[in-house]
């Protein structure tokens, strides 16, 4: 059991390169999430899905995409990085919206933007 | 709107010793889960311990425990016997039952000296 799995590591692109982050899970969970940390802070988020085919805007959602076209896969698209968004980002899964479900992270994926 | 304030940025613990890390929430909703999470320096986000709301007694998983005081809106983590491998970044979040994603604190970075 993987739980929740993100590709790549690591990452640097140049000032208006494209790219996706890959999110995988294999919990069965229907609800997830994605949240950029930037240094010395806390999460804040991006996107987030109830369900395939269902999207949110999070805190933060400038300049980033997201689709969720089955329950396993949540990919973030950033279509023309900027030096704004040099920063962690953490995909999790929650089985529930209830108040009592738990959030659970992948490892992260650390870019830069030069 | 929920909100969750660690006022903390820093704190050192000798080995052994206890410690309390703060966080202060503030929601109008009655039905509402806080959770702490602790980041290593590796970056992984692990859960450690969650409380809800209409839960009587405090929350304890092993080492760590959670002082509950509702009326004062404050969700302190205390670990206990402190270990060098506790050293890192603790976060805490909470979510209400109107929304879906977590809402983090910014955090606290705690150092335990040998």
């Known amino acids: 059991n993987a739980g929740v799995t993100q590709t790549p590591k690591f990452r640097i692109l140049k000032i208006g390169q494209s790219m996706t982050l890959q999110c995988t899970q294999d919990?069965?969970?229907?609800?997830m999430y994605w949240y950029r940390q930037d240094p010395g802070m806390g999460l804040k988020l991006i996107y987030y899905?109830?369900?395939?085919?269902?999207?949110d805007k999070g805190e933060v959602p400038n300049g980033y995409n997201v689709s969720r076209s089955t329950t396993e896969d949540f990919p973030l698209r950033l279509e023309l990085a900027a030096p704004s968004q040099t920063s962690v980002y953490f995909c999790?899964?929650?089985?529930?919206?209830?108040?009592?479900?738990?959030?659970?992270f992948g490892p992260g994926t650390r870019l830069t933007v030069l | 709107a929920q909100k969750i304030t660690q006022t903390q940025p820093g704190m050192f613990v000798q080995e052994k010793e206890a410690v309390t890390l703060d966080c202060t929430y503030d929601?109008?909703?009655?039905?509402?889960?806080l959770f702490w999470y602790k980041q290593p320096s590796s970056g992984e986000m692990i859960f450690l311990i969650y409380?809800?709301?209409?839960?009587?007694q405090n929350a304890t998983e092993g080492r760590y425990s959670l002082n509950f005081q509702k009326a004062r809106k404050s969700a302190n983590l205390v670990i206990s016997a402190s270990q060098l491998g506790d050293s890192a970044m603790y976060f805490c979040?909470?979510?209400?039952?109107?929304?879906?994603?977590?809402?983090f604190g910014k955090g606290t970075r705690l150092s335990v000296i040998a």
């Open positions: 999790a899964s929650s089985y529930g919206t209830g108040f009592t479900d738990t959030q659970y």
């Open positions: 919990m069965n969970h229907n609800y």
């Open positions: 979040a909470m979510r209400d039952s109107g929304n879906t994603p977590l809402v």
């Open positions: 409380q809800g709301s209409y839960d009587q």
């Open positions: 929601t109008s909703d009655p039905s509402y889960g």
């Open positions: 899905s109830v369900g395939a085919g269902i999207t």
